[in-house]
Structure formats: C-alpha cells, structure tokens
C-alpha cells in the first residue's frame, strides 16, 4: 500500500504541476478583466509543442541538444524528493533538500551554457542576468531551509513539513512568517515571475528566462516549459507546507490540504504579478538582497529564541 501512495504522489506532481502557471494566468486575467487563457493551457501548448519540429542552429552543438532533456530530467528528479500527502518522496534522506538546490541550480547553468552556446548576443545578456541574480537567490532558500530545519530539528524534507503544525505556528510565528516572506520571493525570481521577470513580454532588452529559451522550438521548447512548470510546484511546496501544516494520517485528505495550500500558493502569485509592475534589472538585487536579510532575520530569532 505504502509503494502505491509513493507512485501515486509522484504522478500527480510530475503530471499536476503545469497547472500552477494557469491558476497564475486566470488570476491576472480576472484582474484585467478578461476571460483569460484555459487554466490547462499548459498542457496543450506543450502537446502541440510535441508535435512539431526542432529547428537547430548552425552554431550550436551537442550542449544545446541535450539541455533541455536534461533540465527535465532533473527537475523531475528533484520533484521527487517532495513529500506528499503525508508521505516521504520516492527519494527522501538527511539533507535532501541540499540535493534539490543543485539540482535545481545544474538545471539553470544548462539553461545558460545552452543560451551562451546559440552564439546570439541577446541570449547571452539573458545567461548574464540569470547568473547573477542566481547569486543573490539561492542563499535566501538555503537559509530559509536552515531556519526551518532548526525550529523542526529535521534534515530532510520530509521531517520538516511533517513537523510543521499549527502549534509551531503558535510558538513561532514570527519566525515562520519571515520564512514564508523569503521562500515566496525566492519563488518568484526562480520562476521568472513579475516583479523579477515577465513570461510574456517579447522585448529582448528586458527579458531574462524568456530571451534564453528564443532559439529553442519543438520538443525541446516543450520541455522548458514542464521543467518550469516543475520548478514552481517544487519551491511552491515549501511556502505551501508551512502555511498550512495539517497532518490527518489520512493520505488523500493529506494530499487535498497540500494541493490546495499550492493552490493559495499560485493566487497569491497571480495577485502579486497583478497588482506590481516589474522592477528595473538594477532593483533585482536589492529585492533578493531584502529577502536575504528577511532570511538572515528568521534564522537570528530562531537561534537567540533556542
């Protein structure tokens, strides 16, 4: 029973997560006052993606044809790690959520590696851009996630979300909330969300994700796009967790308490990228600098608290 709840979380998260970036769609679309683009558009712009050619450059080589698998491949992989339901991920150990951080960075530097190896100088201002501001990012969640592990007194993923409870919440939430603070702009700059990026702006010179992906086409587009989608439920899992921490030992009720927690996880993304304009490149740093700061605040409560 315990290997059928394991396989079952891991379809629902691999074949779920395209369904964040639409609940963030149709909330921008509410507030623009339109009907707004099907919530499961993911899934048909990656279907029709599927099914049409790639197109390759003279100029790239063997790093460009495989980046875009490969990001995939390990986004899947660090998707599951993720509980679910109560459950341990297919992969849970002491220190996992280390595992998911270089996973998740080795998905980006193929991103840039690949932009870079396209030769356009617009992809490789894009590659700039998204290395720099990964300097500034990934600090603020591997301190958010420490601070976590010290009010939980767990090292994986696992025992930390099956330790958070609304009676942590009580004893710590000041602290708590600085985390999600942390985690949810984290989120947003690693998504290529407003005010960090906009994923559907056209503009070269202002375009970070988006100017980096220009030379891909077909399956391989596709594929970016599902590693994308992967990418969001993964950190959004982190802010989900900790803003509603119930645990019934019931699997599926379990599991409707995380997907929805995602699902507030996704609006409040939507309402953010609505009511915000995105900031200029140079602001970038200072935003993921607060958001530090924001992290390094949590952790210093935390410890003059224990």
Not at 109 to 138: H, K, N, W, Y
Not at 155 to 174: D, Q, R, T
Not at 237 to 258: G, K
Request: glycine letters at 6%; charged letters at 15%; proline letters at 4%.
């Amino acid at each position: 029973m315990e290997n059928i709840k394991l396989f079952l979380q891991a379809v629902i998260i691999l074949f779920a997560a395209p369904i964040l970036p639409g609940i963030i769609n149709r909330v921008k679309a509410f507030f623009g006052g339109r009907q707004g683009r099907n919530i499961f558009q993911l899934y048909f712009d990656i279907y029709k993606l599927f099914n049409k050619g790639i197109v390759y450059s003279n100029t790239t080589t063997l790093i460009f044809r495989i980046a875009a698998p490969a990001m995939a491949a390990l986004s899947c992989i660090a998707a599951l790690i993720m509980p679910f339901g109560g459950q341990s991920g297919l992969l849970s150990f002491s220190g996992d959520f280390i595992l998911i951080v270089y996973l998740l960075a080795l998905s980006r530097f193929l991103l840039i590696i690949s932009a870079m190896d396209t030769g356009s100088p617009f992809e490789g201002m894009g590659a700039s851009r998204e290395a720099q501001f990964a300097v500034f990012a990934e600090p603020v969640f591997f301190m958010s996630i420490l601070t976590l592990s010290k009010i939980t007194g767990e090292s994986s993923v696992h025992g930390i979300f099956s330790k958070l409870s609304p009676v942590l919440w009580v004893e710590n939430a000041p602290v708590l909330f600085l985390i999600v603070l942390s985690l949810f702009i984290v989120m947003l700059c690693e998504t290529s969300r407003v005010p960090f990026d906009d994923p559907d702006t056209h503009l070269e010179l202002t375009m970070i994700h988006e100017v980096m992906v220009l030379d891909n086409s077909g399956p391989d587009l596709g594929l970016i796009f599902y590693a994308s989608a992967i990418k969001l439920w993964i950190l959004g899992s982190f802010v989900s967790a900790i803003i509603m921490p119930r645990h019934s030992e019931i699997f599926w009720l379990d599991s409707l308490i995380y997907i929805s927690g995602l699902a507030i996880v996704a609006i409040s993304a939507g309402v953010v990228e609505s009511v915000m304009a995105r900031v200029r490149l140079l602001r970038v740093p200072q935003f993921l600098l607060a958001a530090f700061s924001v992290a390094i605040m949590a952790f210093v409560f935390q410890s003059l608290k224990g």
